[in-house]
C-alpha cells in the first residue's frame, strides 16, 4: 500500500504579535514589542503550503486557537463580561493579557507527537498532545490542540489520542519539535529518535546553566510508552546543554531528519557517536541503511544556526529518491550558511536542492518552516480516514486567502490587543474558518 508524510501546517491566527514571552528563544526576546502583521504572516505560511502541495506533496492544515484566552484569563481570577475580562486584564496586568493572546499555537511542530501505525502497538497512529508547560502562554494550546486533532483524525479505528502528559516540569514536552522518525518507507516500522533537554529524575544527566531545557527524558518515554513503542523502535539522546544556552530551545533548531536521513549540526548531541551507531543498528533490524550529514561546527557556527534556522527546514524525500530541503530567507542572508547550501547541493550528496521561501512574520518569534508543520505519516486507508476539509487543495488555498484577507489586521501592537474588538473579530474569524475546513465546534466560545 502506498504511504505518505503529510506536512499539516499551522494557519497563523488573527492576534499574531510579538510578545516577548519566551525566554531562551533569541529571536522571541529580540523582537519583543515590535509591531506585527498578523495578514503578513498568515499568507507567508499559505504560500508555503501552497508551493508543498504544488509541488505534489501531500499538504494539510492545522487550525489556530481561540485567542484572546478569555477563558484562560477567568480562570486567572479576572470576571465580567468578556469585554471586562480583557479591559480589567490590560489595566491590572498587561502580560498575562499578552500571554493569552499569543498566537503561538501556528508552531504546530509543537503540537503533539505522533507515531505512525507500522510503529505502534494497536497498529493505529497515535497522538498525544504536548503539555507545553515551560511558558505559560503554550501551557494553555493543548486542550483546544486535543479537540482539533481529534476533528481531524476522528476515526477510532485508525487513530488514537492521548491528553497532554501532567502539566508539571518533570514531564516537559514540547511534541514532535524534539522528535524525527527514521524509516525506509513511510508505511514501514521505523525508528523514533526522542531528544530531551534534561532528566527530572536522574541526575547523572547534565543540564543547561543559563536557559530553559523545555523537554525532560521523562515526558519522552511517557509518551514512547502511550503509543506502544517497541523498545527496538526507539533511540533516546541528549541535547548538548551548551546549544541550549546558546538559545537551541528546541531540537528541531540544530538537527533535521526524514526517511534514512538526519542532518545536524556537530555540536547537537551529548554522546553522538554512540548515539549514531545506535540509530545506525536499529533502523538496519528494519531493514534501512542509516545515513547522516554533520555540520561542522568550522563551516557554520551554533549562533550562524540559531540566526539562520538552517536546520529548521524541512528536509522532503522526492520521487527520484533525491531530497528537498525548503529553508527560511534568513539562510540566503547568512554567507556562511549560504556558502554551505551551495557546496552541500553541488556535492551529489542526497540533498539536491534548496528552496528558499519568506516567513520573516513567524521567523522574528523563533518559528522557521519545520515550526510550522506537523508530520504524519499516513498509508492510503488512513489519509482517505482523514477529515477531507483539512487537507490542501487549490479551492481551499482560494478560500484560505480570502478568509484572511477579509478578517486579518496588517498591524498588531500590545494597544491592540486590549481592543475588545479583536476578540469579536477573532471569533467572528475563527467560527467561519471551523465551517470552512468542517471542524465542527473545537473552540472554547462555541462549546461554553
Ligand atoms: O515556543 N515562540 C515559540 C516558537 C516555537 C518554535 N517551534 C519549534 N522550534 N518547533 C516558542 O518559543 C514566541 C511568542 C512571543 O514571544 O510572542 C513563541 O512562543
Known sequence: MKSYEVNFDGLVGPT????????????????????????EAALQGLAKMKALMDMGFQQGVLAPQERPDVAALRRLGFGGTDAEVIERAAKEAMPLLVASCSASSMWVANAATVSPSADTADGRVHFTAANLNCKYHRSIE??????????????QKHFAHHAAL??????????????TRFCREYGEAGVEFFVFGRSAFDTRYPAPQKYP???????????ARLHGLKDDGVVYAQQNPSVIDQGVFHNDVIAVGNGEVLFYHEDAFLETEQMLAELQSKLAKVGGKFQSICVPRSAVTVEDAVRSYLFNSQLLSR????????????CRGNERVWQYLQSLTSSGGLIREVKVFDLKQSMQNGGGPACLRLRVALNETELAAVNPG??????????????????????MTENDLADPQLLLECRTALDELTQILKLGAVYPFQIN
Open 16 to 39: 499574531h504579535n510579538y510578545g516577548g514571552l519566551s525566554y531562551g528563544n533569541v529571536a522571541s526576546q529580540s523582537n519583543s514589542q515590535q509591531s506585527s502583521n498578523p495578514k
Open 166 to 179: 501532567p502539566a508539571v516540569a518533570q514531564f516537559g514536552d514540547e511534541g514532535a519539535a524534539n522528535h
Open 319 to 330: 520521487a527520484d529518491g533525491s531530497m528537498l530541503l525548503i529553508v527560511p530567507e534568513e
Open 213 to 223: 531545557a523545555r523537554q525532560t527524558l521523562e515526558a519522552s518515554q511517557a509518551v
Open 390 to 411: 483539512v487537507i490542501m487543495t487549490a479551492p481551499l488555498y482560494g478560500t484560505l486567502t480570502e478568509w484572511v484577507n477579509k478578517h486579518y489586521r496588517d498591524r
Open 142 to 155: 493543548h486542550p483546544t490542540t486535543s479537540r482539533v486533532l481529534g476533528a481531524m483524525f476522528a476515526d
